[in-house]
């Protein structure tokens, strides 16, 4: 009865075309992207990503001299992204990097939900176009929180989960190599004791792909500063490996329901969320890098949504066996435990 079942779904779904968005449709996603790209432009321009620097002035000492600082704080930061505006209508090498930075951060982000959007359309699974995130720059430091598509009609089999989950992280990775071989092409290398000077601030660790582009190249990053290409490839890469943590219905959670099944996607949810606070506890006392908190929050979010169970439960074959080993090896490749360290 389940196979006759499992055969009748798949029939449905193997004639069903997915459903077309409207005029009105593409009109409000296009209109996120537009204002994403406005404010990852400012964001790109504005330390760490850019040279516009943040709160020159602003030095508090003191518990009095901090409190000042809070009161004034939205009139600075109002003229930080007035002047840094200003100086993306003026000044011609701002623009280009804010531009550079901006279009090759959408072009990443932009790859990888369209990865997703036409599996589902193969799939004849019904989802939106991709929400693009705009954030107020500093607020969301890269100028956006990412994008997503949102799945409306159920997954025929666990085939199309793992093949949808896939498809995003998979395609972006491949659209940030050309970002990420760009910079490292066009790093600025400097003397040692000018890098020193410049790290003692954020410092962004590179991941494996990185590290070994810059051996292909022979690049030596301990000695080259990060520009715009770099900076978007690094995101690139840091919204690859959380996207493919396998929890919830995060890319990798998708992976693990349609190889292993319900009851080992639940474990492995919680566990990556034990191993993401013992990251981010352990990262942040010896490394007095925060941003693993934020992770192990998305997690604990994460593991609290239950994985919709797909019409059909048949097993992968051996060739997406193989796609899965590839999707783990992409995971190394991008992941880097404290990403972000204070120095």
């Known amino acids: 009865m389940s196979q006759d079942l499992n055969s009748t779904a798949n029939a449905l779904f193997s004639r069903r075309e997915a459903m077309r968005p409207s005029a009105k449709t593409w009109a409000k996603h296009i209109s996120l992207l537009l204002l994403t790209f406005c404010t990852a432009t400012v ?119 793992f093949d949808i989950g896939v498809a995003g992280p998979i395609a972006g990775f491949v659209a940030l190599i050309p970002v990420a071989i760009i910079g490292l092409l066009t790093m600025e290398q400097v003397t040692p004791d000018k890098m020193a000077v410049s790290q003692a601030g954020l410092y962004f660790s590179d991941p494996l792909l990185t590290q070994i582009l810059a051996y292909l190249f022979g690049v030596n990053l301990n000695l080259s500063f990060m520009n715009a290409f770099t900076s978007a490839a690094w995101i690139g890469l840091l919204v690859t490996s959380l996207n493919l943590i396998p929890s919830g219905q995060l890319d990798g959670g ?14 492995t949810g919680r566990i990556a969320f034990v191993v993401m606070v013992v990251l981010s506890i352990s990262g942040f006392y010896f490394y007095n890098s925060p941003s693993g908190l934020l992770f192990a929050i998305i997690l604990g979010v994460m593991m609290r949504i239950r994985h919709p169970e797909p019409l059909d439960n048949s097993p992968l074959d051996p060739k997406r066996k193989i796609v899965a080993f590839l999707t783990l090896l992409i995971f190394i490749l991008c992941f880097t435990p404290f990403p972000i360290q204070i120095r």
Not at 60 to 76: G, V
Not at 97 to 125: D, K, N, P, Q, W
Not at 258 to 266: I, L, N, P, S, T
């Open 254 to 267: 998708h992976a693990i329901y349609a190889f292993f099944g319900e009851r080992v996607h639940y474990w």
């Open 43 to 161: 964001a790109g321009s504005i330390f760490p990503f850019g040279s516009q620097p943040i709160f020159p002035n602003a030095d508090p000492q003191t518990a009095s001299e901090f409190f000042s600082f809070l009161l004034t704080l939205p009139t600075e930061y109002y003229h930080l992204i007035a002047g840094t505006i200003y100086a993306l209508f003026h000044d011609a090498e701002v623009l280009r990097h804010g531009l550079s930075f901006s279009l090759s951060l959408l072009f990443i982000l932009t790859s990888h939900e369209m990865g997703h959007y036409v599996a589902c359309r193969l799939y004849g699974v019904d989802a939106t176009l991709p929400f693009f995130i705009p954030t107020p720059p500093m607020i969301g430091p890269a100028g956006t929180f990412g994008a997503f598509i949102k799945i409306v009609s159920p997954l025929p089999s666990r085939r199309a989960t």
